[in-house]
């Protein structure tokens, strides 16, 4: 089945070379029933499935390979691409870009090179589909190829994924010298070739100090797309990284760095989360966050290994896999929906909204049920995994060893802290876009979108709420591979039972809270008013919070932490008409380590720009003088 699925997807190319978006959409459908089925059997079964290709042009046998681990991230794959361009099929009709026409074939191309990832186990071949996902991923982003600004970001990401790509490389080159095989299944990942792998993985994945991609490409690329590369193929970092650590041994002090370095991301991304003012720069930057408490998980699996606390390891591993899951479900629900107050407003700047629950009263509440679910509120998916995660944490203020007792309680403080974060984050990207009074005139007028544009999102809505209510169905999901990770049922049977416990408290706080509701419609007459506002009789918007006004508080304390240049205007005479002031925070990462390195390599390269003259003559003579010298090094010649 596997197999017919990736020969439906290859066929997907056919209609996309005509853009054909429907018959894409529906192939890529049927392409995605054979996949979810084929990996469902080997997720579900213990036994991985391997499968022999031998090439007559090539001298190698290509080997696929599923195991669990490759079964569980294909199914979310199979699952997550054809809701992507159900949604996908509709927003291209409604926003063509310039680079319509090859999208949907790079698109393809990305989903067949995720797959290839999962499945090969050759170290050239795996590195080809790797770099195939990068570049198809990169020309896929240039939707509107003529805007500048897509280019530059689009550009951007084409390098932070080489400089990922070129890591990998040296760590499989590491590997291949120790092992003097191609193939790394089974193999032991050890010394400098683990850590290679783990940072060019993190490149994918999004971790610090490797994130800055992720803000940059997202702005710029349709949101279909932004919502498969932060829903599903930063999921192939996770992938890799899970590899690497269940096929090495790690000592306790490496797995303190690795845990030091989620914590940072997590808290990285949701102070940014909290100060951006751009919508799909803010979920952007609260993907990095989701990442970082995933990595939270993946190290308490680890360190639960290594101080002998089995609990502490299923807790963990349990959290980080439905985290993922979970992931994968709201962040693209809200990327999509990003895209229908895109169509609605044609901005993406929160400033410039407002007061959209009026005339999108749908996506205004599909973005809801999305915030709740990334918040981590109760009834939502959110709360299971972190949950479990924090669970994992608590457990560390049970050993006996000092060194995990304090790695617990600064974990724990720092996981509340992001938590809260976050909620203030969503709760000001909501109030802000949806809450109020419309700042704009295409705001004030903005209509709801057709069916095709809340179908998605409305189905990822309610796979948020279902998981979240019934935490077992995700339990049921993540257990086989948990099982082959190295989690014993026992441990896996009782986080079933408190997650029933818990699904049952939750159950009946939804049917009491939907009863309250019914009464209060019946009892209480409700009367429209125009807000109040400060005396005022009728709202204006000027009177409204801003982003920055309404974090401006905690934007206080976490200002050493953040880049803010302060842009005014001189007062100019004794009366002055108006005065303006801006500021705006930046991310120190980016305004200043990256951008210093760019500048600094400008001007290293710059003295090698006189090569580049564009004289034939000079390109004949630096062949010849190449030539040369390779001739006296292969004679001999004393250099």
């Known amino acids: 089945m596997i197999c017919c699925g990736l020969i439906l997807l290859w066929l997907t190319l056919i209609p996309a070379l005509f853009r054909r978006s429907a018959l894409f959409t529906t192939?890529?459908?049927?392409a995605s029933v054979c996949l979810a089925f084929g990996f469902g059997r080997v997720l579900f079964s213990s036994a991985p499935q391997i499968c022999h290709l031998q090439l007559a042009t090539l001298p190698l046998a290509i080997q696929f390979e599923v195991d669990a681990l490759a079964a569980f991230f294909g199914c979310l794959f199979a699952l997550g691409f054809p809701l992507g361009m159900l949604y996908g099929h509709f927003y291209l009709k409604a926003h063509p870009g310039e680079g319509a026409g090859s999208h949907l074939f790079w698109l393809g191309i990305m989903m067949i090179s995720m797959f290839l990832v999962l499945l090969l186990r050759h170290i050239l071949l795996f590195l080809l589909a790797w770099e195939l996902m990068s570049l198809a991923s990169f020309f896929a982003i240039l939707f509107d190829r003529n805007n500048r600004q897509t280019r530059s970001n689009a550009l951007y990401y084409f390098v932070m994924m080489h400089l990922g790509a070129a890591v990998l490389l040296c760590g499989f080159a590491l590997l291949y010298l120790n092992t003097g095989s191609f193939s790394?299944?089974?193999?032991?990942?050890?010394?400098?070739?683990?850590?290679?792998?783990?940072?060019?993985?993190a490149f994918k994945a999004g971790f610090f100090p490797f994130y800055s991609w992720l803000p940059k490409a997202h702005p710029v690329a349709p949101s279909h797309l932004s919502g498969l590369m932060s829903g599903l193929m930063i999921k192939t970092g996770i992938f890799g990284i899970i590899l690497v650590l269940f096929r090495s041994e790690w000592q306790a002090i490496e797995l303190y760095i690795l845990l030091a370095v989620s914590l940072i991301t997590a808290f990285n991304g949701v102070i940014h989360a909290l100060t951006e003012t751009n919508l799909k720069r803010c979920l952007a930057y609260s993907s990095i966050e989701n990442i970082g408490l995933i990595g939270v998980g993946l190290c308490f699996w680890q360190l639960g290994i290594l101080f002998a606390n089995p609990l502490m390891s299923a807790l963990g591993l349990a959290g980080a896999l439905l985290h993922t899951l979970f992931h994968s479900t709201f962040k693209p629900l809200l990327f999509y929906l990003s895209g229908n107050i895109l169509l609605a407003t044609h901005s993406l700047e929160i400033d410039s909204l407002g007061g959209l629950h009026k005339n999108l009263n749908y996506t205004s509440k599909l973005f809801l049920l999305g915030s709740l679910s990334i918040s981590a509120l109760p009834m939502f998916s959110g709360f299971i995994s972190e949950f479990s995660i924090l669970g994992a944490i608590l457990l560390g203020f049970n050993s006996h060893s000092l060194a995990s007792t304090l790695c617990s309680v600064v974990t724990g403080g720092v996981f509340a802290f992001v938590s809260a974060l976050v909620l203030?984050?969503?709760t000001k990207l909501y109030s802000i876009v949806?809450?109020?009074?419309a700042r704009s005139e295409?705001?004030?007028k903005a209509k709801e979108h057709p069916l095709g544009l809340l179908l998605s999102p409305a189905i990822l809505a309610l796979l948020s709420l279902v998981l979240g209510l019934f935490g077992k169905l995700g339990l049921a999901f993540v257990s086989p591979l948990c099982i082959t990770l190295g989690i014993s049922q026992s441990q896996l049977v009782g986080l079933g039972g408190l997650l029933r416990g818990i699904s049952l408290i939750l159950v009946l706080l939804l049917l009491v809270s939907v009863i309250l509701f019914l009464l209060k419609s019946r009892l209480v007459k409700h009367s429209r008013h125009s807000t109040w506002a400060c005396g005022y009789f009728k709202g204006s918007p000027k009177l409204q919070y801003t982003g920055m006004a309404y974090i401006n508080p905690l934007a206080y304390f976490l200002k050493p932490l953040l880049h803010s240049p302060k842009l005014h205007q001189e007062v100019q005479g004794y009366f002055p008409r108006e005065l303006n002031y801006r500021e705006e925070l930046f991310d120190y990462l980016d305004k200043g380590l990256i951008a210093s390195l760019c500048r600094w390599l400008g001007k290293f390269y710059g003295l090698f720009s006189g090569i580049q003259n564009g004289k034939t003559n000079s390109y004949i003579t630096y062949l010849l003088l190449a030539l040369l010298a390779l001739l006296f090094w292969v004679l001999g010649v004393p250099r």
């Open 184 to 201: 790394f299944r089974n193999l032991v990942f050890a010394g400098l070739a683990k850590w290679l792998l783990i940072i060019g993985f």
């Open 27 to 30: 192939m890529l459908w049927l």
């Open 424 to 426: 203030i984050a969503f």
């Open 434 to 437: 949806f809450s109020g009074e």
């Open 442 to 444: 295409a705001a004030s």
